[in-house]
């Protein structure tokens, strides 16, 4: 019978991104073992619901991150624009430039007819 050891990696942030056992993987410098546990299989969830990190190192130790943390980091990220939103902008540039083709026009005919 094998004896598994499980490690966790954290990426600069220090936050806890991947679990493995050394049934899968060897580890590398600075992985983390993680004691008390045993199997073939990590089985410890790394990530919430929204795809975040929800453990940390601090002082070479995995602590969960609490959910203060965790909703100010979800606030504060940059959030993609649909392509619905990016075709909105698109078609408000092509209005606005539109509008001061038109705008350029008349003004052009006005000075061409002697009206200002």
Request: aromatic share 8%.
């Given at each position: 019978?094998?004896?598994?050891?499980?490690?966790?990696?954290?990426?600069?942030?220090?936050?806890?991104?991947?679990?493995?056992?050394?049934?899968?993987?060897?580890?590398?410098?600075?992985?983390?073992?993680?004691?008390?546990?045993?199997?073939?299989?990590?089985?410890?969830?790394l990530?919430?619901?929204?795809?975040?990190?929800?453990?940390?190192?601090?002082?070479?130790?995995?602590?969960?991150?609490?959910?203060v943390?965790?909703?100010?980091?979800?606030?504060?990220?940059?959030?993609?624009?649909?392509?619905?939103?990016?075709?909105?902008?698109?078609?408000?540039?092509?209005?606005?430039?539109?509008?001061?083709?038109?705008?350029?026009?008349?003004?052009?005919?006005?000075?061409?007819?002697?009206?200002?």
């Amino acid at each position: 019978m094998n004896d598994y050891q499980w490690y966790i990696r954290a990426n600069v942030d220090g936050l806890v991104v991947l679990g493995y056992t050394t049934g899968f993987e060897q580890p590398q410098p600075g992985d983390i073992p993680v004691s008390g546990q045993s199997g073939r299989h990590f089985n410890i969830p790394l990530t919430n619901e929204r795809g975040q990190p929800i453990y940390k190192i601090v002082n070479s130790n995995m602590v969960m991150r609490s959910q203060v943390e965790l909703d100010e980091e979800w606030s504060a990220r940059l959030v993609p624009k649909t392509p619905d939103q990016l075709r909105i902008e698109q078609l408000e540039q092509q209005l606005a430039q539109q509008s001061a083709d038109q705008t350029a026009f008349m003004e052009f005919i006005l000075d061409s007819m002697g009206g200002r």
